[in-house]
């Protein structure tokens, strides 16, 4: 495959990647949480939770079997009710899942995801600017803060799945299932695409490979990717 044709997917790729990551930071199901359902004909909250804030439904049950189960599915009919973290309010305390610890694992898994962001727009910038400027070299600082961006969205994801877990097994909370979501879903491919693209990005841009053993990377002939 042509060089050119392999900028072009990985490129294509990357901006596949940042478009997942955007999407998980913006949106609210990275995890659905349930309490057991104890009785018929009355209500149970289920909730849903993304790095910004959590959402609360209340959801009328009437089928038998869903006794001694968990509480869902979201699709039911309910009232829904929605509130923002606070994550960098001081001084105030945060209604993060009845929980105070869980502050802490949210406030971590925002923060790193905004870094992730912002070593995607530096990443765009550089890639934007070796193809109107032609310059292959620019490519490399590029590949490098997409690789940046995809670490800190794996870390990222990987706090979050902390903190579900750590949420289920407290006993101060009435949540007994869970499952992930599209978020999630949506945060772990933007996170591959952006680690695994970027280092191609970062591979593509070095010099070309010497041909012959007497050869050293200067003297090979450059590889233009225009």
Request: net charge negative; hydrophobic share 45%; aromatic share 12%.
């Amino acid at each position: 495959m042509h060089k050119k044709t392999k900028l072009k997917l990985t490129l294509f790729s990357l901006v596949v990647g940042m478009l997942c990551m955007f999407i998980a930071v913006v949106s609210d199901h990275w995890a659905v949480l349930s309490p057991m359902v104890e009785q018929v004909n009355t209500t149970c909250e289920a909730a849903h939770f993304g790095l910004w804030r959590l959402c609360k439904k209340n959801l009328y049950i009437t089928d038998l079997e869903q006794v001694g189960l968990g509480c869902g599915p979201l699709s039911l009919p309910g009232e829904h009710n929605c509130t923002y973290f606070r994550h960098f309010t001081p001084g105030e305390e945060s209604e993060i899942l009845d929980v105070k610890t869980q502050r802490e694992y949210s406030i971590s898994a925002a923060a790193i995801a905004i870094f992730s962001v912002a070593f995607m727009i530096l990443g765009s910038i550089c890639a934007l600017a070796a193809l109107v400027k032609g310059k292959d070299y620019i490519y490399k600082p590029a590949g490098m803060f997409y690789g940046f961006a995809g670490l800190c969205a794996i870390v990222s994801v990987e706090v979050m799945r902390q903190s579900v877990k750590r949420m289920i097994d407290s006993e101060e909370t009435i949540w007994i299932q869970y499952y992930y979501s599209w978020s999630f879903a949506c945060a772990v491919s933007g996170c591959i695409l952006l680690f695994v693209c970027g280092l191609g990005l970062l591979i593509l841009s070095m010099p070309q490979m010497p041909r012959n053993p007497w050869e050293t990377c200067m003297d090979a002939e450059p590889e233009q990717m225009e």
